[in-house]
C-alpha cells in the first residue's frame, strides 16, 4: 500500500512553500497563536522526504480547533483525527496530492518538544539526518500497510535519537 506521497529527494523550494503556508494560516489563529514553525522532513535540508509540507501551530488555552475549522476549509483543509489530546491535525491536498499537514498543539504539549528537538537535531547532524533518511527509503520500499505502517516503524529511530539528547 503506498505512503500519502513518494519520497523524493530534498526540494530547496520547500521552506519558501512554508513560507507562504504560514502567511495564509496565522491570521487565521489570531492571538491565540504562540508560535508557528516549519517541522518535519521537509523542514531538513537535503534530507529526502514526502513533499508534504508540515507546520507546527502552537496555540494558548482559549483558542478553539472548532473555531477555526471552517477558516481551514476555506483554504483546502480538511479535518484528520486527532493524534492526541491536545494536538489536532488538519490535512490540504490539491489536485489529488497531499501538499500540507497541520499539526495544531495546545502550548506545553509534549510534541511540539519532540518535534522541534528531533527537527533541529537532524539539522546539526548530517550523519544521523543519512540513516534517518535510509530508514525512510527502506520503509517506503518495504512498506504494505499505508502510512501508519510506516511512521510506525520509524518512531523506534526517532525515539532513540531524542533519547540520547537528554
Not at 479535518?79 to 490539491?94: A, E, I, N, P
Not at 497541520?102 to 547532524?125: E, S, T, V
Not at 520503509?139 to 499505508?146: D, H, I, R, Y
Amino acid at each position: 500500500m503506498p505512503l500519502t506521497s513518494p519520497i523524493r529527494p530534498y526540494d530547496p523550494r520547500w521552506p519558501q512553500e512554508y513560507a507562504s503556508e504560514e502567511v495564509r494560516l496565522r491570521p487565521i489563529f489570531g492571538t491565540a497563536l504562540v508560535e508557528i514553525h516549519h517541522v518535519g522532513s521537509t523542514a531538513v535540508p537535503e534530507l529526502a522526504a514526502k513533499g508534504e509540507i508540515d507546520i507546527l501551530a502552537v496555540i494558548n488555552p482559549g483558542g478553539t480547533v472548532e473555531d477555526w475549522t471552517r477558516s481551514f476549509e476555506g483554504l483546502g483543509y480538511r479535518r484528520g483525527g486527532d493524534l492526541s489530546q491536545d494536538h489536532h491535525f488538519f490535512k490540504r491536498d490539491v489536485a489529488g496530492v497531499r501538499t500540507h499537514k497541520l499539526h495544531i498543539c495546545l502550548k506545553g504539549h509534549a510534541q511540539i518538544a519532540r518535534m522541534l528537538r528531533f527537527r533541529d537535531h537532524l539539522r546539526r547532524h548530517p550523519a544521523d539526518r543519512m540513516r534517518y533518511q535510509e530508514l525512510k527509503l527502506k520503509l517506503e520500499l518495504e512498506n504494505t500497510g499505508g502510512i501508519q505502517e510506516y511512521l510506525a516503524a520509524k518512531d523506534p529511530f526517532i525515539c532513540a535519537i531524542l533519547a540520547g539528547l537528554d
